[in-house]
């Protein structure tokens, strides 16, 4: 079995995400929790954000608004998405500025970053973390565990495993989950993999160019 790495998305949630690190302390395990930045201005959301930090985990920005990607965005709309954030984040983001771009449904492509995007990401010393596991919990509340097995079952290479902290009732599965993963002998690992880092602190790599449009709405 590959190595795994867990992340989750578009939270933080009062009534989910509590429940979530309760069952990663639990198990032991650090993951990375990509936010959308608006959840940050409510009290308990910013609570959730600075618990997840002080015990471990990893903040990402995930856009401010999680709308529409950013490649189908206006210049000015994709940097104030990322840029907002940023600010919301402030010091829980960590030195290597996590960003992670919102894909429709978990797809890769070029409707992920526009220009300007890539620009100001570039300039600002982010770090991009794609994925390559998308379970589909946001859709499939029930089924995710399997379809997330079936994937890590297939993979030659590491995982990077996006699940989402939102109140679907997912992540009532979520402790069944991870004890069979750790029952069947998994490696849990919080750096992701290196092929779904296309951007390091600002430095890219050749495969960036395919998640980005140079088109600006």
Known sequence: MPPICLTFDNGPEPDVTPGVLDV??????AATFFVVGEKLRAPAGRALAERARAEGHRLGNHTLTHGAPLG???????VQEISETDALLGALHGPDR?????GGGGALGPHLLNAAARQYLEAHGH???LWNAVPGDFRE??????IAH???AKAAEP???VLHDLPNGAMR???RFLGQLIDAGAVFVQKPPEACVPLSRGVARDDLARYVTEETA
């Not at 990663?24 to 395990?29: C, T, V």
């Not at 189908?72 to 994709?78: H, I, K, N, Y």
């Not at 996590?98 to 919102?102: A, C, M, S």
């Open 150 to 152: 079936a994937m890590i």
């Open 24 to 29: 990663l302390a639990r198990r032991r395990l």
């Open 127 to 129: 770090t991009v973390v």
């Open 72 to 78: 189908r965005r206006s210049a000015t709309e994709a």
């Open 173 to 175: 599965h979520l402790d």
């Open 98 to 102: 996590l960003f992670r771009p919102n």
């Open 141 to 146: 509340p029930e089924a995710w565990p399997d």
């Open 159 to 161: 995982v990077l495993l």
